[in-house]
């Protein structure tokens, strides 16, 4: 069973950088595309950026330009290092990969 351990998540000033970590577990890492989503309160989950198998990203146009995507295959890991933070990115963070949800880690960005 594939589980996925998001962390790195906290408060921040605006115009501020953090850097989410996501762990997977289980083997099959680098054959699957991750991505990551966030819920703001009251919202739906959106898709915020994927890395994909081949070595490509893509990006939600509200975040392209400060938030990079990337893995680590050898580490089992996927990154979004978000720079350049503004309080409407606050929300809770998923990582997704293989069908298999995190649990979600905190991105508070106070103005």
């Known amino acids: 069973q594939v589980q996925l351990v998001e962390s790195g998540g906290g408060l921040v000033q605006a115009g501020g950088s953090l850097r989410l970590s996501c762990v997977a577990s289980?083997?099959?890492?680098?054959?699957?595309?991750m991505a990551w989503y966030r819920q703001a309160p009251g919202k739906q989950r959106v898709w915020v950026a994927t890395?994909?198998?081949?070595?490509?990203?893509t990006y939600a146009s509200s975040v392209r330009g400060r938030f990079t995507i990337s893995r680590d295959n050898a580490k089992n890991t996927v990154y979004l290092q978000m720079n350049s933070l503004k309080p409407e990115d606050t929300a809770v963070y998923y990582c997704?990969?293989?069908?298999?949800w995190g649990q979600g880690t905190q991105v508070t960005v106070s103005s």
């Open positions: 289980g083997s099959a890492f680098s054959a699957n595309a």
């Open positions: 997704n990969g293989g069908m298999v």
């Open positions: 890395s994909h198998a081949g070595g490509g990203t």
